[in-house]
């Protein structure tokens, strides 16, 4: 039974649909709750609040703005690959395009993007996002398509689910006690994994049949 809904792409197809729409939601819910609104923090607010760290910018703590944003680039990539299908999935393109374009650097980083590395390395996934947008839409039907998704999405999102963690204890500092993880962590833990189930299976199962 459970061969059979791994090999069922329709049971694929939902999963990872529910799972992009769970990245989008969860990515903007709070990842850091407070009882001050101003104090919850979403995973956009947290690329911008780890700048700002001394323990960041001394490079002690493993963490940099571009763990948060790459769920950003993700959802927007593979928005853009389902509205491949055309009719009024090509709607969905909006949401992908500003997505990209939340990507960009602010005023004035943006300005020095000739010397700041950052601003570059930004910059440069902005362009990867791009591409990887671009290669969803054109090839949606390619053999490996879901297997490079699927893993994308878990690779991507331990990152960004892991900083997190790893910076609960100085945002604990900072708050005058360890908060809880908000209701964005465990939505895109679920997004990420419903992704990964949606996307992989199909492929690894043809390559081993074919084995």
Do not use: K
């Not at 819910?29 to 923090?41: E, I």
């Not at 491949?84 to 980083?109: E, T």
């Amino acid at each position: 039974m459970a061969d059979s809904i791994f090999r069922s792409p329709r049971l694929g197809a939902v999963a990872s649909v529910l799972g992009i729409v769970l990245l989008w939601v969860g990515y903007f819910l709070p990842w850091v709750p407070h009882r001050a609104a101003a104090l919850s923090m979403g995973a956009y607010d947290l690329g911008d609040w780890v700048t700002l760290l001394p323990q960041v910018q001394a490079g002690s703590l493993p963490v940099g703005r571009l763990h948060f944003l790459a769920l950003l680039a993700l959802a927007a990539a593979l928005t853009a690959g389902r509205a491949s299908a055309g009719g009024a999935r090509r709607w969905l393109l909006l949401p992908a395009g500003l997505g990209a374009l939340m990507l960009l650097p602010g005023y004035p980083a943006i300005v020095w993007y000739r010397t700041d590395g950052a601003v570059q390395a930004q910059l440069g996934l902005l362009a990867a996002t791009l591409l990887a947008a671009g290669s969803f839409w054109r090839w949606p039907q390619w053999r490996w398509m879901g297997l490079l998704q699927g893993v994308a999405a878990a690779v991507l999102g331990v990152r960004a689910l892991r900083a997190l963690l790893l910076l609960r204890p100085v945002v604990g500092e900072l708050y005058g006690a360890l908060p809880p993880l908000g209701p964005g962590w465990y939505a895109t833990l679920a997004a990420c994994l419903l992704i990964f189930v949606g996307c992989v299976p199909g492929p690894m199962l043809q390559l081993l049949d074919r084995n």
